[in-house]
């Protein structure tokens, strides 16, 4: 346990703590966000398309390597 010698000392670790506080504070409200553009079904879709695409692709390549 910290011993304080002066009101100053206090005074400074308390706007510390707060600050702190209100760093994590802000981090945990834009981890929020980006969870909630995650799970966006607009998002998802987005997502499956791509990868719908680049596989689809992928098979593209190999069927016409592997058919000569």
Request: glycine letters at 2%.
């Amino acid at each position: 346990m910290k011993t304080y010698t002066t009101f100053k000392e206090i005074e400074n670790d308390l706007t510390r703590h707060k600050l702190e506080r209100d760093i994590a504070w802000e981090e945990l409200k834009l981890i929020k966000t980006e969870y909630k553009q995650d799970l966006e079904p607009l998002n998802w879709i987005s997502t499956a398309l791509k990868l719908t695409g680049k596989y689809s692709f992928i098979a593209m390549i190999r069927n016409w390597l592997f058919k000569r």
